[in-house]
């Protein structure tokens, strides 16, 4: 049983839009929320992660939401660029640390 | 910045060989976290260690093993291996005080 489920399970959008994933999760000890992207081949590359104390945190074009009371955060990637395109990975982590990921989201930005 | 050094990239054994994977932490890392990957799928945490002692046991076969040495290095020893077992295999790193854990290039592992 997956416990973080995430959707899309793959996304295309317009050069300049804005690409929304979203998570949901269903352990209640999880206290840290991290997303990933991962090219073909390569390792996962940490983009930007939050913490249940806040709601929305903001990284260039890069913004988690987090809903503690729904238990489901999301990303939303402003004007979404080709090079963008990739695999983005959901995941969570409580004390325990390692990290539970969702499915991925295959995400092609068409130029 | 340095960063997670997985080694080899590439490995290529037969069907109940042995392998050994290495990590090379990020600087003044003290945890370490090896994960699997297979085709099209999420990475599966396998084992964790943090200051050279096991810390947590994920979906690790019997037939591996882990280690982490003194000077934080990991290796993941994979015996009698099975077509199954071909996937990248990737080593993650993170500080103590802090929860980021920052990922290596993985080895890609086939058996044949």
């Known amino acids: 049983q997956q416990q973080v489920k995430q959707s899309p399970q793959s996304l295309i959008v317009q050069k300049g839009g804005i690409s929304i994933i979203n998570c949901a999760y269903e352990n209640t000890a999880f206290d840290y929320f991290p997303w990933y992207q991962q090219f073909p081949g390569k390792g ?7 913490r249940p104390d806040v709601s929305e945190k903001k990284e260039g074009r890069f913004t988690i939401s987090f809903n503690k009371s729904a238990k489901q955060f999301s990303l939303h990637i402003m004007d979404s660029q080709p090079g963008d395109s990739a695999t983005y990975f ?22 | ?11 290529i054994k037969e069907k109940r060989e042995t392998a050994t994977l290495k990590c090379y932490p990020i600087p003044r890392h003290d945890t370490v976290y090896w994960y699997q990957q297979g085709p099209g799928q999420d990475p599966q ?45 990737f080593c993650a790193s993170s500080l103590t005080a802090f929860t980021e854990a920052f990922f290596g290039q993985g080895t890609r592992l086939t058996v044949v």
């Open chain 1, 44 to 50: 996962p590359a940490l983009l930007i992660a939050i």
């Open chain 1, 90 to 111: 959901c995941a969570a982590s409580g004390s325990a640390r390692q990290l539970t990921f969702g499915s991925g989201t295959q995400l092609t930005v068409l130029p």
């Open chain 2, 1 to 11: 910045a340095a960063g997670v050094i997985q080694s080899p990239r590439h490995l």
């Open chain 2, 45 to 89: 945490f396998l084992i964790s260690f943090y200051e050279k002692m096991q810390s947590d046991k994920g979906s690790i076969p019997d037939r591996f093993s882990a280690q982490q040495f003194s000077d934080y290095h990991s290796e993941l020893n994979m015996s009698s291996l099975e077509l199954g077992d071909s996937a990248l295999y």
